[in-house]
């Protein structure tokens, strides 16, 4: 190697140093001392860095360069996708991500980011499928395992937006993320006396102003400190709320930015006896760390609603109706069963007053739905244009991230269209950090199938907007109905489109119905088990003795 070559080297090692530690000062110089000598380069590594650091100014004025450099290149088309997905753009980017996928001879260094950012496209949009197989391509072209492992967890998050193959086909796509980890070495357990209390562990990036705290936030203030102590390991940057959750706890890390290998010895080094992951496959998760089994015992669910496939983990949290003997066939991990729900709602707080129906004033009825567009299948749609039809003048509420930007509204208002429903029934609102208060503007919720709505179906609960919902044999799609169950709605749960229909359009037709239900839902949530903080705690910490002592008496 010469001087030179060696001189190359020293500065790229300088400026990927510099970015995984996202100085990005620092990059820039850097960058900036290789421009004269590899420009193409260069210019890529700039938008690069205006894409990492938020300025798309910046990663505009780079690509624009670069195309003039290398104009054919491929990671300068894929670049130049990118800038526009960053402004807010998904139409054009699926369009040309999708044609640069099917070109031949693409550098693999590539093909995993284009196929990547053509799966997060494709999920914008509601194309579940091109998604689902974007994300497993990119799984299969990552370069190194970790980044193949992530590609997967998206893969097998996103396929729960198609139809359910079989639990079998389900257990054995899970299993495929496991086999990520097989060369891992575990931490050894040997099993010790039972001190006075049981040391629980709960690890999450969720820590913090998100809907899944909702859910899981009695684990850390709710707990029976005479029995336990928590320690909660948070796997992103803290909040507010995540500072007043750290007072509540006997011990707090924050293990972000740490290899899996270091954030499992530190939970290992704090004597876990039971680890619970609260976000499975989803955004941020920690599944990698759990795999090395730092903890005796380590139990999943709440953030996620399927098997995480790692031997490691060794139980799935569910509830009686969400979970059956045959569901059992459809995970690695055994099912723990909670005689009631597998969760603990708890509002944000200072939540506005419920409203009556607005049909009262309106003088028609409302329905709508503040999902997540991806989970709104053509199959929705036709329900929802079903509805529609036989409900005269009512009217299509839907707010969604989807109605932000205009090439994503436009294309999904012609998706719309095409079921058959006209604009002038629609009002669409793009989402908003405060969103509640919209819900005094729906009579009834209609919820998506076959992935139906979690928080937003409790925020339409406890606002006291009646919800619809179709589920089927698999727990991904019943996590409504357990939840109208656990209420006392279970009639507005149903299994067939037809019925769908029906129940929506009678709800519709009931005007005195509606409004007691307006009235009382929120009552209702408040007394059932959805919210019982005590119940719940009492259940759950039975159920965690219950697996430590068969621990136990396997070490013996």
Same mark, same amino acid.
């Given at each position: 190697?010469?001087?030179?070559?060696?001189?190359?080297?020293?500065?790229?090692?300088?400026?990927?140093?510099?970015?995984?530690?996202?100085?990005?000062?620092?990059?820039?110089?850097?960058?900036?001392?290789?421009?004269?000598?590899?420009?193409?380069?260069?210019?890529?590594?700039?938008?690069?860095?205006?894409?990492?650091?938020?300025?798309?100014?910046?990663?505009?004025?780079?690509?624009?360069?670069?195309?003039?450099?290398?104009?054919?290149?491929?990671?300068?088309?894929?670049?130049?996708?990118?800038?526009?997905?960053?402004?807010?753009?998904?139409?054009?980017?699926?369009?040309?991500?999708?044609?640069?996928?099917?070109?031949?001879?693409?550098?693999?260094?590539?093909?995993?980011?284009?196929?990547?950012?053509?799966?997060?496209?494709?999920?914008?949009?509601?194309?579940?499928?091109?998604?689902?197989?974007?994300?497993?391509?990119?799984?299969?072209?990552?370069?190194?395992?970790?980044?193949?492992?992530?590609?997967?967890?998206?893969?097998?998050?996103?396929?729960?937006?198609?139809?359910?193959?079989?639990?079998?086909?389900?257990?054995?796509?899970?299993?495929?993320?496991?086999?990520?980890?097989?060369?891992?070495?575990?931490?050894?357990?040997?099993?010790?006396?039972?001190?006075?209390?049981?040391?629980?562990?709960?690890?999450?990036?969720?820590?913090?102003?998100?809907?899944?705290?909702?859910?899981?936030?009695?684990?850390?203030?709710?707990?029976?400190?005479?029995?336990?102590?928590?320690?909660?390991?948070?796997?992103?940057?803290?909040?507010?709320?995540?500072?007043?959750?750290?007072?509540?706890?006997?011990?707090?890390?924050?293990?972000?930015?740490?290899?899996?290998?270091?954030?499992?010895?530190?939970?290992?080094?704090?004597?876990?006896?039971?680890?619970?992951?609260?976000?499975?496959?989803?955004?941020?998760?920690?599944?990698?760390?759990?795999?090395?089994?730092?903890?005796?015992?380590?139990?999943?669910?709440?953030?996620?609603?399927?098997?995480?496939?790692?031997?490691?983990?060794?139980?799935?949290?569910?509830?009686?109706?969400?979970?059956?003997?045959?569901?059992?066939?459809?995970?690695?991990?055994?099912?723990?069963?909670?005689?009631?729900?597998?969760?603990?709602?708890?509002?944000?707080?200072?939540?506005?007053?419920?409203?009556?129906?607005?049909?009262?004033?309106?003088?028609?009825?409302?329905?709508?739905?503040?999902?997540?567009?991806?989970?709104?299948?053509?199959?929705?749609?036709?329900?929802?244009? %079903?509805?529609? =039809?036989?409900?005269?003048?009512?009217?299509?509420?839907?707010?969604?991230?989807?109605?932000?930007?205009?090439?994503?509204?436009?294309?999904?208002?012609?998706?719309?269209?095409?079921?058959?429903?006209?604009?002038?029934?629609?009002?669409? =609102?793009?989402?908003?950090?405060?969103?509640?208060?919209?819900?005094?503007?729906?009579?009834?919720?209609?919820?998506?199938?076959?992935?139906?709505?979690?928080?937003?179906?409790?925020?339409?609960?406890?606002?006291?907007?009646?919800?619809?919902?179709?589920?089927?044999?698999?727990?991904?799609?019943?996590?409504?109905?357990?939840?109208?169950?656990?209420?006392?709605?279970?009639?507005?749960?149903?299994?067939?489109?037809?019925?769908?229909?029906?129940?929506?359009?009678?709800?519709?037709?009931?005007?005195?119905?509606?409004?007691?239900?307006?009235?009382?839902?929120?009552?209702?949530? %408040?007394?059932?088990?959805?919210?019982?903080?005590?119940?719940?705690?009492?259940?759950?910490?039975?159920?965690? %003795?219950?697996?430590?002592?068969?621990?136990?008496?396997?070490?013996?």
């Amino acid at each position: 190697m010469n001087g030179r070559s060696e001189g190359l080297a020293s500065l790229r090692n300088t400026i990927y140093a510099a970015l995984d530690r996202r100085d990005f000062p620092a990059a820039r110089q850097a960058i900036t001392r290789l421009l004269p000598q590899r420009e193409a380069e260069a210019l890529g590594l700039l938008a690069s860095v205006g894409i990492e650091s938020g300025d798309a100014a910046e990663a505009e004025e780079a690509v624009k360069k670069l195309r003039r450099v290398a104009p054919g290149d491929a990671y300068t088309r894929f670049l130049a996708a990118r800038v526009k997905f960053m402004r807010g753009e998904t139409v054009a980017p699926a369009r040309e991500l999708a044609a640069l996928a099917r070109e031949k001879n693409i550098p693999r260094a590539y093909q995993e980011k284009i196929y990547n950012l053509l799966g997060q496209c494709c999920r914008f949009l509601g194309r579940s499928e091109e998604s689902v197989a974007a994300y497993l391509a990119a799984s299969r072209a990552a370069a190194e395992p970790r980044l193949a492992a992530l590609e997967y967890s998206d893969y097998l998050f996103n396929a729960h937006y198609l139809p359910p193959p079989s639990p079998a086909e389900r257990r054995r796509r899970a299993a495929g993320y496991g086999a990520f980890f097989k060369d891992v070495t575990p931490f050894l357990h040997r099993w010790r006396e039972p001190e006075k209390k049981l040391r629980i562990g709960y690890i999450s990036p969720d820590f913090r102003d998100h809907v899944v705290l909702r859910f899981c936030a009695a684990l850390l203030t709710s707990y029976d400190r005479a029995r336990f102590e928590v320690y909660a390991y948070m796997n992103a940057p803290e909040d507010e709320k995540s500072r007043a959750l750290a007072r509540e706890v006997d011990g707090w890390r924050n293990i972000f930015g740490a290899s899996p290998a270091a954030a499992a010895r530190q939970i290992y080094e704090d004597g876990v006896d039971i680890l619970v992951d609260l976000a499975g496959h989803t955004r941020g998760g920690a599944l990698p760390v759990l795999a090395y089994k730092p903890a005796p015992v380590q139990v999943s669910g709440i953030g996620y609603f399927a098997s995480t496939g790692l031997p490691a983990v060794d139980y799935f949290l569910g509830d009686v109706y969400l979970d059956d003997a045959a569901e059992q066939d459809a995970f690695t991990e055994k099912l723990m069963v909670l005689p009631h729900s597998h969760f603990c709602y708890a509002p944000r707080g200072q939540e506005p007053a419920v409203a009556s129906p607005p049909c009262e004033k309106n003088g028609y009825v409302t329905f709508g739905s503040f999902n997540n567009f991806t989970k709104v299948t053509d199959e929705v749609l036709a329900a929802w244009a %079903e509805i529609l =039809r036989q409900v005269p003048d009512s009217r299509l509420l839907l707010k969604a991230d989807v109605f932000g930007a205009a090439d994503s509204r436009a294309y999904a208002m012609e998706r719309i269209a095409r079921a058959g429903i006209v604009p002038e029934r629609l009002i669409l =609102r793009p989402l908003s950090q405060e969103y509640l208060g919209e819900y005094a503007d729906m009579d009834i919720a209609l919820d998506p199938f076959p992935y139906p709505g979690g928080g937003t179906t409790c925020d339409a609960l406890y606002m006291g907007v009646p919800v619809v919902t179709m589920y089927a044999a698999r727990r991904s799609t019943r996590f409504s109905y357990a939840l109208l169950t656990h209420v006392g709605l279970d009639e507005c749960a149903v299994q067939t489109p037809e019925d769908y229909a029906v129940c929506a359009v009678a709800l519709a037709h009931d005007t005195d119905r509606l409004d007691q239900l307006h009235k009382r839902l929120r009552g209702k949530m %408040e007394k059932s088990s959805v919210m019982d903080q005590t119940g719940y705690m009492r259940a759950l910490e039975r159920a965690y %003795e219950d697996v430590l002592h068969l621990d136990a008496e396997e070490r013996r």
